[in-house]
């Protein structure tokens, strides 16, 4: 649930940077080949904005959120193959006093040790439903990958209820990590921990404090993306896109910074590396930024996307240093927003939502689901189309809750997932074009794709 601030007009300002990466670049993308098998998960309720995760033996996990009611839709199964719709599961989520609602946001992860992790946002309202607070849950279900798998064997927690927003989940081995945006006051991302498989958690350290500059550049002021542990040097990773410090705070949320913070020791003390910086209110955060790591190599690969461009960068020093930035998309994805990234053994998936109008606010842009690959540190990309048809038609908005209505069917994000013993991809994305509700209007359902 993003719910940042309406970025306002630009201006021309001219500022001072102490730190400065490169300018972008093209890279060499061509028209690729690959085939994928387009699957709908249909749902009665609907669904959009869906993560996916495949662990070590195959096993594929898929969320959705809940369009007409309230909780997050879970579907397992073998990659390959079509997953078996599980229920919701945040659904059993009770605290005494409130009334709890899931589905805000999700985000899933399938760990070494074969359980399933998943993180949402809720919703804890009173008993008479005038107010309410937004929390974040923690699940954690062991034997995911077998054939009798259920959610009520999972254990389901709220770990932070004073106001929270954008959650992220990922673990190394037992340890398992939350990312969060504080919504309440400071937007700063806090971060919990779990040393027992994702069953009991604590707070450590928060990726944008005591980072100078950065930090200035970030509180009251940051799109967070993802957070990835990995698995080779036990480092932990949160990106975020920022604005400038005295320029923007709480009033544009064009933010022209891409970071990446490290940690090293568990979450407790983090270190922020700018990946990339554009001229003042360039929005790179159309919507989140987005980070994977070869867990077979340990390098890290970042994207974004101003709204026309995805861009990506690379770094094989645990993100000490970063690649120039090179620009992906090509024809017919001249405007490609929601970057979603995946790497494996020296081959890296990008995946964006991408149309052949010049903008993404055209009310004719035509949209379609794209892949582009590379196994040469991003020199050069083919981009294929995954879709077999449309997923949606009109804007795209990227503006969180100020979106208007009709505009944000698609939600803030999808997903893409490699699986480890093929090499393939999974890309799970919402399309509003295959059923409607009971007044006519577009229903967004999910679409798993895989590659043939």
């Known amino acids: 649930m993003s719910t940042h601030v309406r970025r306002s007009p630009a201006r021309i300002l001219t500022i001072a ?4 990466a490169p300018a972008g670049a093209f890279a060499a993308t ?59 599961v945040d659904g059993a989520l009770q605290k005494p006093g409130k009334r709890i609602f899931g589905g805000g946001d999700a985000d899933v992860d399938l760990g070494a040790t074969g359980t399933l992790h998943a993180s949402t946002l809720i919703f804890l309202a ?40 954008r959650q992220w989940i990922t673990s190394d081995g037992a340890t398992v990590y939350i990312s969060y945006h504080d919504a309440g006051n400071s937007s700063l991302v806090h971060v919990q921990r779990s040393d027992d498989d994702g069953f009991t958690w604590f707070r450590v350290g928060d990726p944008i404090p005591a980072q100078g500059a950065a930090t200035g550049a970030a509180t009251f002021n940051n799109d967070q993306g993802n957070l990835v542990a990995d698995p080779v040097t036990h480092n932990v990773y949160a990106i975020y896109a920022a604005g400038e410090p005295g320029i923007q705070k709480g009033t544009s949320a064009a933010f ?51 709204g026309v461009t995805v861009s990506y960068a690379t770094s ?17 994805a001249s405007t490609a927003v929601f970057p979603a990234i995946a790497a494996r053994a020296g081959v890296v998936d990008l995946a964006y939502y991408g149309t052949t109008a010049a903008s993404k606010d055209d009310p004719a842009a035509v949209w379609n689901v794209y892949l582009a690959q590379t196994a040469n540190g991003g020199r050069s990309f083919t981009q294929s189309t995954v879709s077999t048809a449309p997923n949606h038609v009109g ?8 979106c208007a209505a009709g505009t944000r069917n698609l939600l803030d994000l999808f997903e893409v997932a490699i699986d480890p013993a093929t090499g393939r ?28």
């Open 126 to 165: 009173n008993p008479t439903l005038k107010a309410f607070q937004l929390g974040v849950s923690a699940i954690a279900c062991r034997d995911a990958g077998s054939p009798g798998f259920a959610i009520s064997t999972c254990t389901e927690q709220v770990i932070d209820g004073a106001g929270a927003d």
């Open 30 to 88: 061509t028209a690729g080949r690959l085939g994928f098998t387009n699957t709908p998960l249909t749902r009665p309720e609907g669904d959009s904005e869906p993560a996916v995760a495949i662990g070590r033996d195959g096993t594929m996990a898929v969320t959705g959120l809940n369009w007409l009611t309230f909780g997050t839709n879970l579907w397992t199964g073998t990659f390959g193959s079509t997953p078996t719709f599980r229920g919701i």
């Open 395 to 402: 804007p795209i908005c990227t503006e969180g809750t100020a």
């Open 17 to 20: 940077l102490t730190l400065l």
């Open 316 to 332: 094989s020093d645990a993100g000490v240093t970063w690649s120039t930035a090179v620009a992906v998309n090509a024809a017919p």
């Open 256 to 306: 022209n910074n891409v970071f990446v913070s490290r940690s090293s020791d568990g979450g407790k003390t983090w270190k922020a590396t700018l990946v990339f910086h554009a001229p003042l209110f360039t929005a790179l955060n159309n919507v989140f930024p987005a980070l994977a790591v070869d867990p077979t190599s340990g390098a890290l690969h970042a994207t974004w996307s101003d």
């Open 425 to 452: 991809a999974a890309i799970v994305y919402a399309d509003d074009l295959l059923t409607t509700d009971s007044t006519g209007a577009p229903l967004p359902q999910l679409v798993l794709a895989t590659q043939r």
